[in-house]
């Protein structure tokens, strides 16, 4: 018999606002001048606290961290649209996103200072989970909180983050399966920047897109510009709405640039040319976003001003905070490994507290 084709599958790019800001009338989801002026001052807080980060970390002020700088675009407008009762499940670099969610700004410092404080939250029903350093097990997390949601019957869904390096987990395949052959209500955000730590992108994967990867099961995909976050709005907007509709889960790949270092221990310039960063810097999200506000005429130099001053003035408040007086307890992280006690748990926090004891001496 003659072979014949059996399926066909085609990848689509969403972009609505350009790096020049120029926007496509006919993509565009309209935001109102509340809801985009609201989404620019998230990005502005997140980009301000970063930078302020990571001067700190340069000053021996705080730990090692993952800027976040350049991906405002993605986390924030998810997070804006998600409800009250959906799962955040991010990877470490949805700072903006975390902070819509409602996770005090003071979080992200404690946390990279190697306080457990870092990771509790205001309210437990925030449903934000912890950072997730391990590459790519959030993404099996994700699948089994949007699995359960539905089991109990809650009008809940799950989205979920991580970079385009995790999507060579098998993490990330498991999950994704799984997802899939239950019709989990999950989101799979993959926050492509073209680095994974300093493998780029087109060493990483042979996988012409990265949204492809969701093919293999039978998802939903689609690739945006993921500095656009109109582009973002729209993506997320159609896969929540499917995800509700008890339709399953979809991929969403964001093409994006990491702009700063993998990590505060990384020097990117070992490995990418000035060039390729000076580009990149051109199409960053704040750029084509202030200019979308000023054309919609929702924005102006005045109102920037004031911005910049009021981001400044909050973070330069939460680092007085960060840098309080703490009584805590050096050894509170062994009591957050496991809901019971574990032996080689206990031996090691004994460890911890018997060289804590020697160092006072």
Known sequence: MPRKPI????????????????????????????EAVTMYRWMRLARELDERMLKLQRQGR??????NTGQEAISIPIAL?????DWF??????????????????ATLYYYNGWEEGNILPQKEMRIIPTSVVIGCQIEHAAGLAYAARYKGEDAAAVCFIGDGGTSEGDFHEGLNFA?????????????????????????????????????????????????????????????????????????EAV?????????????????????????????????????????????????EALLAEVKAQVEAVVKEFESAKDWQQDEPFRHVYGTEHANITEQHQDFLANVAREAK
């Not at 399926?7 to 109102?32: C, R, W, Y």
């Not at 705080?62 to 800027?67: A, E, S």
């Not at 221990?265 to 199409?283: I, V």
Request: no cysteine; glycine share 6%.
């Open 7 to 34: 399926a066909k599958f085609t990848v689509e790019h969403l972009q609505i606002l350009d790096e020049k800001g120029k926007l496509d009338a006919k993509l565009d989801p309209k935001l109102s001048e509340k």
């Open 89 to 106: 499940v991010g990877a470490f670099r949805e700072l903006g996103g975390r902070l819509v969610r409602g996770e005090p700004l003071t």
């Open 180 to 252: 899939a052959a239950w019709k989990a209500p999950v989101v799979y955000v993959v926050q492509n920047n073209q680095w994974a730590i300093s493998i780029p992108r087109s060493d990483q994967t042979a996988s012409q897109t990265i949204a492809q990867k969701g093919i293999a099961y039978d998802m939903p995909v689609i690739q945006v510009d993921g500095n656009d976050p109109l582009a973002v709005t729209v993506a997320i907007d159609e896969a929540l709405a499917r995800a509700r509709a008890g339709e399953g889960p979809s991929l969403i």
């Open 62 to 67: 705080l730990g090692t961290f993952p800027p």
């Open 256 to 304: 994006t640039y990491r702009l700063m270092m993998h990590t505060t221990a990384d020097d990117p310039t070992k490995y990418r040319g000035k060039a390729e960063e000076d580009d990149a810097w051109k199409k960053e999200p704040l750029i084509r976003t202030r200019m979308y506000l000023d054309k919609k005429g929702y924005w102006d130099d005045a109102k920037e």
């Open 81 to 85: 649209r998600m409800q009250e009762k």
